[in-house]
């Protein structure tokens, strides 16, 4: 009879506690989750990035969930996101015309992701802003964020949550701008540059 010896990972068996993950990419993902904007719109925004460990490396397994007002400010009312044909069940997609301000989407194997949105506009007094929800191996509970565009400082400066953020995390929730419409933003889980998360209560 052989010993298997379990002082290496890769030879312990999985117990019900190793349930965290990575299993997000299973049945959670649907085709086109990036593709929030409808095909061609003029206001369309392309923001990328990757996500990053407390160690620094790419996550090629993480899940964001993002959610948008359109160029207005409006949070979308419409369905659409993950249409089914009500016959077959089967997965239509989006329709290609409403704006539903929601996307869910994967890391690659680089740890990188992208999606195109609207810009979005303004919500009252505070400066315009997607919310994102990220889910990855060893959270226990997922983490919420905001990605700002830069823009008009002081329209930052004055925003309720950046103003209460020290000046020297404030750069990780504001993305950096490519051009053409393009954005960065990269997410730290933890360590040096550690996004600012946020706690609803």
Not at 123 to 131: D, E, F, L, Q
Request: proline share 8%; aromatic share 10%.
């Amino acid at each position: 009879m052989t010993k298997t010896d379990t002082s290496r990972p890769e030879h312990v068996l999985p117990t019900p506690s190793h349930t965290v993950g990575p299993f997000y990419g299973y049945a959670l993902p649907f085709r086109g989750g990036e593709e929030i904007t409808p095909a061609g719109h003029p206001d369309t925004v392309t923001v990328h990035g990757y996500v990053y460990d407390g160690g620094g490396d790419p996550l090629p397994d993480a899940l964001l969930e993002l959610w948008g007002p359109d160029t207005e400010g409006e949070v979308p009312t419409a369905d659409g996101s993950m249409r089914r044909d009500p016959a077959s069940g089967g997965f239509l997609g989006r329709n290609g015309v409403e704006f539903t301000g929601f996307g869910r989407l994967q890391t690659d194997a680089n740890g990188h992701w992208y999606a195109r949105t609207l810009r979005p506009g303004a919500r009252g007094a505070g400066a315009p802003y997607v919310s994102v929800c990220v889910f990855a191996r060893g959270l226990l509970v997922h983490l919420f964020t905001r990605i700002y565009l830069p823009g008009d400082a002081t329209v930052l400066a004055a925003d309720p949550l950046l103003s209460r953020v020290p000046a020297e995390r404030r750069d990780t929730l504001i993305a950096a701008d490519e051009g053409r419409g393009t954005y960065r933003f990269d997410i730290r889980l933890q360590g040096e540059g550690e996004t600012v998360f946020l706690e609803f209560q």
